[in-house]
């Protein structure tokens, strides 16, 4: 099984950035790919975006294309999320996700941490 713990949320002015960690424990050598996801208050959780493990080929999903960058250390067993440009719309609960050989797309999930963008 792979552990997921996030760190970075915080408040942050419109406009500003924040750069979100997520560290992996485990079976680690399982992960294929790792994904960024949030949920803002009231709507369903969307994928941000998301990486290949070993290749460490990013792709990104709506408006995080050209503001948001994922990025991982393969080493460090941590895959980050730089968040830039930061509006409102931003604000949300962020969760990094592992995909592993198990059942299911993306089977371990971090607890969240809380991104919140003020105007």
């Known amino acids: 099984q792979v552990q997921l713990v996030e760190s970075g949320g915080g408040l942050v002015q419109a406009g500003g950035s924040l750069k979100l960690s997520c560290v992996a424990s485990?079976?680690?050598?399982?992960?294929?790919?790792m994904g960024w996801f949030r949920r803002a208050p009231g709507k369903d959780r969307e994928l941000v975006g998301e990486?290949?493990?070993?290749?460490?080929?990013?792709s990104y999903r709506g408006s995080a294309e050209g503001r948001f960058t994922i990025s991982r250390d393969y080493d460090k067993n941590t895959l980050y999320l730089q968040l830039n440009n930061l509006n409102s719309d931003d604000t949300a609960v962020y969760y990094c996700?592992?995909?592993?050989?198990?059942?299911?797309?993306?089977?371990?999930w971090g607890q969240g941490t809380q991104v919140t963008v003020s105007s």
């Open positions: 485990g079976s680690t050598s399982s992960i294929l790919d």
């Open positions: 990486i290949t493990w070993r290749g460490g080929s990013a």
């Open positions: 996700a592992a995909d592993t050989p198990a059942p299911g797309r993306y089977n371990a």
